[in-house]
């Protein structure tokens, strides 16, 4: 990681604060999002809800992430980005605070559901701040870095809803993790920089817009050029099909845990955070490392890697989902480390496959997409499935979407764009 840091130029780059800061941003934006299906199983005896009723919950935060985004995205790329960030991570912050305070099923559904807009508008800024801080070659490694917060994030998610969940009751991870997202997002607005739009795009920082209808005629013929954009759209809708099954199974794993296997709602959010951790830093560390490498000899690199990450995840679900109780838990190890392979790697093709004109519209575009055919029914889907039969069936609907994705990826690396000489 050292090394990492420093080829990045990040100990004297004046973008280190701004870096930070915004890793920091991600990594509670994933902890906030990952309490609920910590601590799930205590909130589902308390409402007396069915699976369904809590696959919902996500759905409700999945739904309304998704139709913000396209919002976002056209403010993105005409408005400065550094006040929609801040206005994005207060926005969640503050929900998930409401969320400790929630005490019915319904009050606390449209809590998660105001935690997806604010989640929405930080989710679009982000990447694109950082794609002009660094050229094309360079992005896959500091993207690596940021999204290096999904697991960790998570991880620690899991582990507030189930440690603190159990000892103290569901609603006090809530209340303690909201507080960090309102003081970083104060600490952003202080000493965040934003670059200039395009900085570090091969044809140069991108002229400032004025609002006005020739300006708008242009965005408008940008944007329906970005829907025909084959680099575009096949890792957008690989990254979709990924998207609804991890967003499945991140949202009942602790809780299948705890009915096949027999774990307390604490241990089993303990084992998923823990393997998410260790999983999700070593896969998406791997994943950026070998892309990296990979990019020296073939442009398609980043495609072919997230292709081999789901063809490699494939196997070890099955035996998570249906093998035998003493192989779930390795089996769910190597699952995680090969499905974050693809992190880094596959966002940087989305990012990279765009100019920053319409960076943020693209990255919008692509969150809408991943989160409507992805993560926003896939909790509620496997929850109606196991309503009707069992866990296990309902979390085996992932693994068609893999397959899928798989698919789409593979014909997608034919539409890599080599990269130019510097």
Known sequence: MPSLLKRLRLRTSPALGTVLLLLALNLLNYIDRYILPGAQPLIQREFHATDQQMGALTTALFFFYMFAAPASGWLGDWFRRKPLIITGALFWSVATLGSAFAHSYWSLYMRRAMVGVGEATFGIFAPAVLADFYPERERNRILTIFYLAIPVGAALGYLAGGELGSQWGWRRPFLICAIPGLLVAVLYGLW?????????????????????????????????????????????????????????????????????????????????????????????????????????????????????????TIPFAMLVFFGPHALTIPALFLAEFFIFLNTGPLNTAIVNSVNGAVRATAISVNLFCIHAFGDTFSPQIIGAISDHSTLSVGLGATLVSLVIAGGILSYGARFASPFEDP
């Open 192 to 312: 965040g920089r934003e670059p200039e739009r395009g900085a570090s795009d091969r044809g140069g920082p991108t002229v400032a817009r004025t609002i006005s209808w020739h300006s708008f005629r242009e965005f408008a013929g940008q944007f329906f050029k970005l829907l025909r954009n084959p680099a575009f759209l096949t890792s957008t809708f690989g990254m979709a099909e990924i998207t609804f099954a991890l967003g499945g199974i991140s949202a009942w794993v602790p809780t299948f845990l705890h009915r096949t296997n027999g774990l307390s709602v604490a241990n089993a959010s303990l084992v998923v955070g823990a393997i998410t951790v260790f999983d999700g830093i070593a896969g998406t560390v791997t994943g950026g490392w070998v892309a990296q490498r990979w990019l020296r000899t073939d442009h398609r690199a980043l495609y072919l890697l997230s292709f081999w990450s789901v063809v490699l």
